[in-house]
């Protein structure tokens, strides 16, 4: 069993940056591909990031590429998002989420979930 919380969501001014933090339970953290997804009003769980267990091989939408960085660290079982040139398309709850084995991007995929944090960038 594993336990996901986030931290690290707020308001944010677009262009501005913001970075969120997934803090995991258990002890075999490096085992588990990390990913963030979000969900917008109205809209479908979308895929944002992904990050490889062992060889931390990562990741990303097209949406976020080149703005999001996704990183873990083992040793203190966390992966967080950086995020940069935020927009206001970016406004979102965002989802922490893993699975043993290779990282994937749709959801169904994903054995353990966070509560989200919310991340709002007004324009």
């Known amino acids: 069993q594993v336990q996901l919380a986030e931290s690290g969501g707020g308001l944010v001014q677009a262009g501005g940056s913001l970075r969120l933090s997934c803090a995991a339970s258990g002890r075999t953290f490096s085992s588990y591909a990390m990913a963030w997804f979000r969900q917008a009003p109205g809209k479908e769980r979308e895929f944002v990031a992904a990050i490889i267990g062992s060889i931390g091989s990562t990741y990303y939408s097209d949406s976020v590429k080149g703005r999001f960085t996704i990183s873990r660290d083992n040793a203190k079982n966390t992966v967080n998002l950086q995020m940069n040139s935020l927009k206001p398309e970016d406004t979102a709850v965002y989802y922490c989420?893993?699975?043993?084995?290779?990282?994937?991007?749709?959801?169904?995929?994903?054995?353990?979930w966070g509560q989200g944090t919310q991340v709002t960038v007004s324009s």
């Open positions: 989420a893993a699975r043993r084995g290779a990282p994937y991007s749709t959801q169904d995929a994903y054995d353990y």
